[in-house]
Nanobody, 120 residues
């Protein structure tokens, strides 16, 4: 069973920074694209950022210039550095990874989510 575990969420003031981490474990053969989504109750789930195995990145317009996604392939880990945080960034952040394993060819796996709250 492939498992993704997020960490690094918490409470921060507007203008502050947080660094999220997500480590994948299990019978992993290969990980293609990894990314981060976020969800606020009553609002549509939003894609925040993605990064391919080759390092190509993509960001939502709302976070461009403030967030940076990166990955460490040796550790099967993806990171999200969040700077200049705004109250609108408050959400549960979920990491995801397109994983090839011995159980299936490739599928998207999701973490349990970590809460980020931006408030004064």
């Amino acid at each position: 069973q492939v498992k993704l575990v997020e960490s690094g969420g918490g409470l921060v003031q507007p203008g502050g920074s947080l660094r999220l981490s997500c480590a994948a474990s299990g019978s992993i053969i290969r990980i293609n694209t990894m990314g981060w989504d976020r969800q606020t109750p009553g609002k549509q789930r939003e894609l925040v950022a993605t990064i391919t195995s080759g390092g190509r990145t993509n960001y939502a317009d709302s976070v461009k210039g403030r967030f940076t996604i990166s990955r460490d392939n040796a550790k099967n880990t993806v990171y999200l550095q969040m700077n200049s945080l705004k109250p609108e960034d408050t959400a549960v952040y979920y990491c995801n990874a397109d994983v090839q394993s011995e159980q299936y060819s490739i599928r998207t796996n999701w973490g349990q989510g970590t809460q980020v709250t931006v408030s004064s």
